[in-house]
T-cell receptor, first 112, second 113 residues
Framework: EAGVTQFPSHSVIEKGQTVTLRCDPISGHDNLYWYRRVMGKEIKFLLHFVKESKQDESGMPNNRFLAERTGGTYSTLKVQPAELEDSGVYFC??????????FGSGTRLTVV | AQKVTQAQTEISVVEKEDVTLDCVYETRDTTYYLFWYKQPPSGELVFLIRRNSFDEQNEISGRYSWNFQKSTSSFNFTITASQVVDSAVYFCALKLSNYQLIWGAGTKLIIKP
């Protein structure tokens, strides 16, 4: 069974540019989560999809972040325009209902 | 407050020593789950264990063991006879009823040969 796949693994962009991160969950997992770890801080929740619906987006830092999960399969997280403080590692996880989480390898985003 | 504290920022031991990583949590929820994840240098988060709040039995898996004590709100992780491959950052996390994971800051474990 393929795991959770994230790409790109690394992205370096200039402040003000747009970046789109992608997450492919494990097939059949209805729940999809985005987390991020900015430098020196704890991993923080961003949002939770159940199928294509946003169940909880209370962790999204501001309206520069837009997450989608069209068709309830893969998800994208777009940052537009990127700021320096957005640098960090963005993790995606998926799970079946009521079970544990499987995380992807993360996308390391650097905004310069 | 809903919080996870991993007070040990970094631990360094010599191979074959036993090492315990501490995790203390706070939550208002009566039903919750606790997790440990390992993050090796390659960066991915590797699931180690999940424990629900009603199961206080200790768990052993090979060289790894976990001690869950609700009375002290702790979920400590012990590696017996540590190996260099155990070097990683270890995270403790608390799952709330709203499915969010609250993470500790992580403990960097260095195992020296």
């Amino acid at each position: 069974e393929a795991g959770v796949t994230q790409f790109p693994s690394h992205s370096v962009i200039e402040k003000g540019q747009t970046v789109t991160l992608r997450c492919d969950p494990i097939s059949g997992h209805d729940n999809l989560y985005w987390y991020r770890r900015v430098m020196g801080k704890e991993i923080k929740f961003l949002l939770h999809f159940v199928k294509e619906s946003k169940q909880d987006e209370s962790g999204m830092p501001n309206n520069r972040f837009l997450a989608e999960r069209t068709g309830g399969t893969y998800s994208t997280l777009k940052v537009q325009p990127a700021e320096l403080e957005d640098s960090g590692v963005y993790f995606c996880a998926s799970s079946p209902l009521g079970a544990g989480y499987t995380f992807g390898s993360g996308t390391r985003l650097t905004v310069v | 407050a809903q919080k996870v504290t991993q007070a040990q920022t970094e631990i360094s031991v010599v191979e074959k020593e036993d090492v315990t990583l501490d995790c203390v949590y706070e939550t208002r929820d009566t039903t919750y789950y606790l997790f440990w994840y390992k993050q090796p240098p390659s960066g991915e988060l590797v699931f180690l264990i999940r424990r629900n709040s009603f199961d206080e039995q200790n768990e052993i898996s090979g060289r790894y063991s976990w001690n869950f004590q609700k009375s002290t709100s702790s979920f400590n992780f012990t590696i017996t006879a540590s190996q260099v491959v155990d070097s990683a950052v270890y995270f403790c996390a608390l799952k709330l009823s709203n499915y969010q994971l609250i993470w500790g800051a992580g403990t960097k474990l260095i195992i020296k040969p």
